[in-house]
Every structure is written in C-alpha cells, then in structure tokens.
T-cell receptor, first 113, second 111 residues
Framework: GENVEQHPSTLSVQEGDSAVIKCTYS??????FPWYKQELGKRPQLIID?????GEKKDQRIAVTLNKTAKHFSLHITETQPEDSAVYFC????????????FGTGTQLKVEL | SQTIHQWPATLVQPVGSPLSLECTVE??????LYWYRQAAGRGLQLLFY??????ISSEVPQNLSASRPQDRQFILSSKKLLLSDSGFYLC??????????FGPGTRLTVT
C-alpha cells in the first residue's frame, strides 16, 4: 500500500522567515495531495491541496509543489507568523480507485518571536 | 454548505464499559465517511470508512466497530473499552475522491 514519509518532525523558525515541509510517497499512481493544519486540541483543517496534473499551487503565503518524477511534494510557508504554529500533516490518495488518504506523521512547526 | 457534527465532545469512561460515538453530516448526500483515532501527540490512524449505508471497511483489527444506519450518520462503538482506546476520535466526510473534512472530534479518556 501507499507509504508517506514526512520531514522534519519538528521545525522552529523566526517570525518572518520561510518554512518548508517535505513529503515523499511510494505509489506512483497517487493523484491527490492535501495538506492539513492542526492547532492544539482542534481538528485538522485542509489548508491547500494539489492534484497530479499540476506542478505548483499558491494561496497567499502558502504554496505546495509537486514533483511526480521524484514522488515528493512540499509545503512552503512564507513570512511566517506566530499563528502559523501548529502541526502540519501531508497526505496522498493512492491511484487505482478508493477514497482513502494516507497521512504523513506530522511536522510540529513553531514560529518564534 | 456542509456541516459535520460529532458528539459527545468529551467523554470519560471506565475500562470495560461500552462506547458509542456519533457523527452526522448535513448539506450533502451519499458522502464517504471515515473514523480516525489520534493518540496524544501522534498522527492520524484510519479506523473505518464507509462509501454507503451498511458498507463498512475496517482498517485496523481492534475491539471497535462502526455502523452506518443512515446516509449521513456514522457510529463508532465498542462493547468493552480498553485503556489503549483513549484518544481523540475524528470523523471525516468526503464529497469525492481525496478531499476530506474533519468534524470537531471527541476526546475519549478511558480510566
């Protein structure tokens, strides 16, 4: 089955710096890649996603890039703010049908003042 | 717009007691529904998913079960809780392949 690896597990940046979180997947037929943000004690929230026919997608300070050849995708957050502090999860939907998401293990992002 | 509800929000149960968690979705029909568990400080573990009434797929063998008695209702149950069942239980729904939206969750503590 699909395997998703996520790095780093923790990331600390200064306010205003950029943060990058990377994920790799194993199923070359995977075709959908969402990113979730989970604040402490809250539900995961879908913040951005990308499908396999697109290489990059941007939404204000957040962007996701996808390299299908290398089977990896990344979340980029620019001009980080304290409210960006949370756990971020990547995920993928394997190809070949089915409606399940395989999640990465999460990255704890801390934005320091 | 669509809304997903879960209750109760928090629950404290003794070991060996039964469990019933409920999830309902409004504003959509025939959604895919999912139950996840998240242990403290850990990732998301898929427990069950359903593509329709009465159709349940189990991902992890355990003492939990799920049922979908109505199109927009998903129930997670246990006959006898274990200490290891403690965690944050999240229901999610999906309108199509990929996108999943999570409910507010139930925080279960087994004592």
């Amino acid at each position: 089955g699909e395997n998703v690896e996520q790095h780093p597990s923790t990331l600390s940046v200064q306010e205003g710096d950029s943060a990058v979180i990377k994920c790799t997947y194993s199923d070359s037929a995977s075709n959908y890649f969402p990113w979730y943000k989970q604040e402490l004690g809250k539900r995961p929230q879908l913040i951005i996603d990308i499908r396999s026919n697109v290489g990059e997608k941007k939404d204000q300070r957040i962007a996701v890039t996808l390299n299908k050849t290398a089977k990896h995708f990344s979340l980029h957050i620019t001009e980080t703010q304290p409210e960006d502090s949370a756990v971020y999860f990547c995920a993928s939907t394997p190809g070949g049908g089915g409606n399940k998401l395989t999640f990465g293990t999460g990255t704890q992002l801390k934005v320091e003042l | 717009s669509q809304t997903i509800h879960q209750w109760p929000a928090t629950l404290v149960q003794p070991v060996g007691s039964p469990l019933s968690l409920e999830c309902t979705v409004e504003g959509t029909s025939n959604p895919n529904l999912y139950w996840y568990r998240q242990a403290a400080g850990r990732g998301l573990q898929l427990l069950f998913y359903s593509v329709g009434i009465g159709q349940i797929s189990s991902e992890v063998p355990q003492n939990l079960s799920a049922s979908r008695p109505q199109d927009r209702q998903f129930i997670l149950s246990s006959k006898k809780l274990l200490l290891s069942d403690s965690g944050f239980y999240l229901c999610a729904w999906s309108p199509r392949v990929g996108e999943q939206y999570f409910g507010p969750g139930t925080r279960l503590t087994v004592t």
